[in-house]
């Protein structure tokens, strides 16, 4: 036999053995080898390459191309999360999300690989495709790589998927997939497999959940950032007699943050004010920055990036005085008014149905008949979407009681940016975060709200 025969007969019998190995104990591979897909007890298959859905670009398509899903675990991983032990076989709560999104996302099993040491450089370089093992959510990373939204909590760090920077169809993918993983159940398979304490989920956004093929139809190329030193920004909102002065364009809420925001992204005063008149398309064709009021949502974001969610929209409680009312658990059988619009009756019915209540419900068109009807003793509360609209009504009837914070579901508004903006991005959220830290949030609050907090936004941690 020849010497290059003799060389070829070694490679094929190494190769078998490492995907017999791989079998029976996991699917480690060493960086920058071809990904193969082993999950334990199941035969290991050449990877297949899935058609890339038109629009992809990025991790996801080369993942789809690839036809695997290559995890970088860190070192340091905590074994909660990924962990093993004597035998060889991994194990925790990463390693079964792992694979429950490799099987979404590539719709079939023996679709999942991983590697150990994994850092930064590889996931950036695109040696992996994610970076989990319970990694951290802090500011040191941030500055290098992306995240998806929190999965987990330990104590005060925030948990993420790591995702490299600005490829925001990746990001949405893994959210929408952590978020369908919860809707189904799976999550909780997931966690219960990997015998660990169901202490959080995944928050789920409004509005239904994309397919992997709506995500890329709607996604939009990478560009350079509008975080310059060379440009201005302009930053837009909504003019609504909530979060902005009526009869002056520039004075309330939403113009003074988007000022403060303003000087902490730029070093200076270089922004543009853009008060518009009714919600506007996500394009940014005009602006840089929309404010809102806007929830972050699934059809707003095959449109958009958002930042952090900053303020907590939701019911507030005017109570009748005398009447004894301090919440909606109060109001079982007791006279209500609603102030109703779609979305006031969508938080009613939620936060009647948590509280198990049966208020005698008279749902009403405007405000003004809803205050009226307090006035005159009719009722013994009034709920209306949004504090500012509550302490407004409040103060048209003498002693009446504005009862503090949100009535049943909160729905968070967060700063919609460009897509596959990272330093943008970045740069907004560290903004908010020392806002919050310095009490300038609190104090803009304080200015224009009365005694409403401001929204406990998640601060990073700098490790």
Known sequence: ??????????????????????ACGGAELPLGATP???????????????????????????????????????????????????????????????????????????????????????????????????????????????????????????????????????????????????AEGVWDEVVRSAA??????????????????????????????????????????????????????????????????????????????????????????????????????WPMELQADFSQDFYGDGLALVARPGSKVEGIAQLDSRPTALVETPNSRLLYDQAIAAAAVTPRLFAVADADAAIAMLADNKVDAVLIQGYPAARRLAARVPAAILTPGRHGPIQPFAVALPANDSPLRDAVNLALQDMRTDDTLAQLHSRYFGGDPPYPITIWPHR
Request: proline share 12%; net charge negative.
């Open 1 to 22: 036999m020849t010497r290059p025969a003799m060389r070829h007969i070694l490679r094929l019998f190494l190769l078998f053995l490492a995907l017999q190995l791989a």
């Open 36 to 182: 193969t897909p082993t999950p334990a007890d199941t035969p290991t298959p050449t990877p297949t390459p899935t058609p890339v859905l038109p629009g992809a670009y990025g991790g996801l398509a080369r993942i789809l191309q690839r036809g695997v899903l290559v995890v970088g675990f860190p070192g340091d991983a905590d074994p909660l999360f990924v962990s093993r032990d004597a035998q060889g076989t991994v194990q925790g709560v990463d390693v079964q999300l792992a694979d429950a999104i490799a099987r979404r996302w590539l719709g079939r099993p023996n679709t999942l690989a991983w590697t150990f040491e994994a850092t930064v450089a590889d996931l950036l370089a695109g040696r992996v495709d994610l970076l989990m093992g319970g990694l951290p959510h802090t500011r040191a990373l941030e500055a290098e790589i992306d995240f998806s939204q929190t999965y987990w909590q330990q104590e005060e760090t925030p948990i993420a998927i790591g995702l490299p920077p600005s490829d925001s169809l990746l990001a949405d993918a893994v959210n929408a997939t952590l978020q369908a993983l919860v």
């Open 196 to 297: 660990a304490p169901a202490t959080f989920s995944p928050q789920r956004w409004p509005g239904p959940l994309p397919t992997l093929a709506e995500l890329a139809a709607a996604s939009q190329p990478p560009g350079p950032s509008r975080l310059s030193p060379d440009r201005s920004l302009t930053i837009a909102y909504l003019l609504t007699p909530d979060f902005v002065t009526v009869g002056n364009d520039t004075a309330g809420y939403l113009p003074d943050l988007a000022r403060a925001l303003g000087r902490r992204l730029t070093g200076d005063d270089a922004i543009t004010l853009a008060p518009l008149t009714e919600p506007p398309p996500l394009d940014f064709a005009t602006f840089d920055l929309y404010l809102g009021p806007q929830q972050r949502n």
